[in-house]
């Protein structure tokens, strides 16, 4: 999949994409997940017994917040106004850790995807089972953005700035 940056971010400073990323991402993913995980306890508690409920849903996607919540703080507190302020070279250590953390968000919707049988709902599905299929494949979709503009666009223009000073 091809990332497409809104035109106002095509060659933003670091302070308007970490601006973007806060706003749009990180508040985005702070109301997301605490709905998802309250939907997902209505599922199994109301269907426990389908063969198709997703047991431990709930559970995984608690888990799956507690890691976004802290990861995203590190960057809020440390890796973003390291960036902001152009300490590109000192950021390379926090950006090897973020990029290990964002494989692990990337697992952990892989996980997500297995406890639900990739998002298909069985026949007769509820209307809170058909909006947490939904509210999962919205979320994964825009964490998969979020990611990507990170590591491809913010944390690439880090590495070129470090490159640059080095070859200067």
């Given amino acids: 999949m091809t990332l497409i940056l809104p035109p106002e971010l095509q060659g933003a ?14 508040a985005g ?7 998802l995980i309250g939907m997902a306890r209505r599922v199994e508690h109301v269907h426990a017994g389908h063969p198709h ?29 390291m960036l902001a302020r152009g300490l590109n070279g000192p950021a390379r250590g926090p950006i090897s850790v973020m990029l290990f953390e964002h494989e692990q968000h990337i697992e952990a919707v892989e996980r997500i995807h297995r406890l639900t049988h990739d998002l ?18 919205a979320y994964a979709r825009e964490l998969e953005q979020h990611i990507r503009i990170e590591n491809e666009v913010l944390f690439a223009q880090a590495s070129q700035a470090v490159k640059g000073a080095q070859n200067a």
């Avoid at 709930?58 to 995203?72: F, G, K, N, P, R």
């Avoid at 298909?120 to 494949?137: F, K, S, V």
């Fill in 53 to 81: 409920c997703p047991q431990g849903l709930a559970d995984e996607l608690d888990a799956h917040l507690q890691e976004i919540e802290s990861h995203m703080l590190k960057e809020e507190q440390v890796l973003f106004p």
């Fill in 120 to 137: 298909i709902l069985p026949e007769g599905a509820c209307n809170t089972w058909r909006g947490l299929y939904e509210g999962l494949g």
């Fill in 29 to 35: 993913h702070r109301e997301q997940l605490p709905q």
């Fill in 13 to 26: 400073s670091p302070e308007a994409l970490i601006h973007y990323i806060v706003n749009r991402f990180h």
